[in-house]
């Protein structure tokens, strides 16, 4: 499973593979292409390393936040295209993609919605049982995603099961 928290300058990335009980981490760290690059090259390196994390990991699936509605049309329209580079890398390997809410997301996590960045990255630290808190933010906001779908994901088969 590979949770995308997508970012234009900085688009968080992990990887947990998942027995249906327990996560296990396998990766976590963000992309950051240099602001001095253009953006059609930010989103080149941003598909790029997406790819070569699809090939390493082979996740069965990609999560990914909803856009979410923004005050700055200008960050609103660059997140939109970082997500398309996300939803095209998906694509490309033929991978289904499951998106959540902000609000969803951090529900699943924290047990409250309107969580903050600091609330996640405990959760996050506590649920894989790390020494400290998973940096960068972008970071934890991805595992965070990734663990919303299992979250989902686990509920989803156990309701099939009982049908």
């Known amino acids: 499973m590979l949770g995308v928290d997508c970012g234009s300058t900085s688009t968080g990335v992990g990887v947990l593979e998942s027995d249906g009980r327990d996560a ?3 990766h976590y760290g963000a992309i950051r ?7 059609g090259e930010r989103l080149q390196l941003i598909h790029r390393e997406l790819e070569k994390l699809v090939e390493r990991f082979r996740p069965h699936t990609i999560a990914v936040e909803q856009v979410f ?13 970082v997500r398309g580079v996300v939803l095209l890398a998906a ?3 033929g991978l289904p993609v ?3 809410s902000a609000l ?20 996050v630290q506590r649920l894989l049982g790390l020494p400290e808190p998973p940096e960068p933010e972008d970071a934890a906001d991805a595992l965070a995603v990734a663990f919303c779908h299992l ?3 686990t509920t989803r088969r156990r309701l099939a099961s009982k049908n």
Do not use: C, D, W
């Open 69 to 81: 509605q923004a005050y700055n049309v200008k960050s609103a329209m660059q997140l939109s295209q």
């Open 98 to 100: 499951s998106e959540y």
């Open 91 to 93: 694509a490309r390997a």
């Open 33 to 39: 292409p240099t602001r001095s690059r253009g953006f």
């Open 24 to 26: 296990r981490l396998l």
């Open 104 to 123: 969803a997301i951090k529900q699943s996590i924290v047990g409250y919605g309107r969580a903050e960045k600091h609330q996640v990255q405990r959760m």
């Open 151 to 153: 979250h989902v994901e």
